[in-house]
């Protein structure tokens, strides 16, 4: 990554605390950002090393998910008071499933995005056997969780058209800083205080000035073409992936459903779909955008930012 991106030459390199695991040095200094939020501001040690993390800095609360190797916490950090979701990965998980690099680009990537409509990471540390993560917490959960409260599972059009325009607006973000996401799903969606998105776990995110990938990784439903196929791919695989959010978002389930991986596979390869009669004409345009097997001709965040959908719907 470039300097402004490259962790702070002061830590303990990360490629050292996941590779040692008897590694017990606590991790001090940071990268420099700006922070407006005072509270925000003191989850961030200075260049100077002043503050030094462990887990004794927390009260931890309730267990708030997690995945295979990892688990996230509700924590309050106890001299400031401050609400945070403390991420806490096993070192030995990620060495026995090779996720050394993950793991690394995960953190460097994250911590250096600052935007409204991204989850923040303000810091790391790590002990003997884990590695924690303390990240913003999003008080108001996952999209997911929301969108199977609702109605049919569906939003209405103004609640997809607002979260649908933070989203794009996260992704230009991101892709004018080389970063693609590659997992953008519900699921890796939050809500913050006002029901903004969070765009979170970065784990299978890449940073890169060629911007030309061909691993596959991701969850296959929101795969495009192209990741599905094996072929080089780059940052409209993000594009993909939200217009297929649209359409869950609209519809209550994704555009390529069927009952096996293979059925799966093959509709998206063909970008076989259709687009039920109760989603609006502006809708149904913006996703068949989107939706795309050409990647050069898929909308880029721009694009859907200015479409007239979602003009119609980001300010309601």
Known sequence: MDNEA????????????????????EIRGSCAVTETNENAKSMRTNRAGERVWSLASFDIGRRLGG?????????????????????????KDIKQKNLELQVIREIDIQAHLIHPNILRLYEYFHDESRIYMILEFAPKGSVYSKLLECPNKRFSEGVAGVYVAQIADALHYCHSKKVIHRDIKPGNLLLGQNEEIKLADFGWSVHGPSSRRSTQCGTLDYLSPEVVLGKTYNEKVDLWSLGVVCYEFLTGKTPFDCSNSHGICKKIS?????????VSNEAKD??????????????????????????KHKTS
């Not at 490259?6 to 040095?25: G, H, M, Y």
């Not at 001299?79 to 806490?88: E, M, N, Q, T």
């Not at 063909?270 to 109760?278: I, L």
């Not at 050069?296 to 979602?310: C, K, Y």
């Open 6 to 25: 490259n962790l702070d030459n002061k830590r303990v390199p990360l490629q050292e605390i996941v590779a040692n695991s008897d590694n017990n040095v």
């Open 286 to 311: 913006l996703i068949r955008k989107l939706i795309v097997l050409e990647p050069d001709s898929r909308l880029d965040s721009i694009g859907v930012l200015e479409h007239p959908w979602i003009l």
């Open 67 to 91: 995945g295979s190797f990892a688990n996230v916490f509700l924590a309050r950090e106890k001299k400031s008071k401050f609400i945070v979701a403390l991420k806490v990965l096993l070192k």
């Open 270 to 278: 063909k970008g076989q779909f259709s687009v039920p009669s109760f």
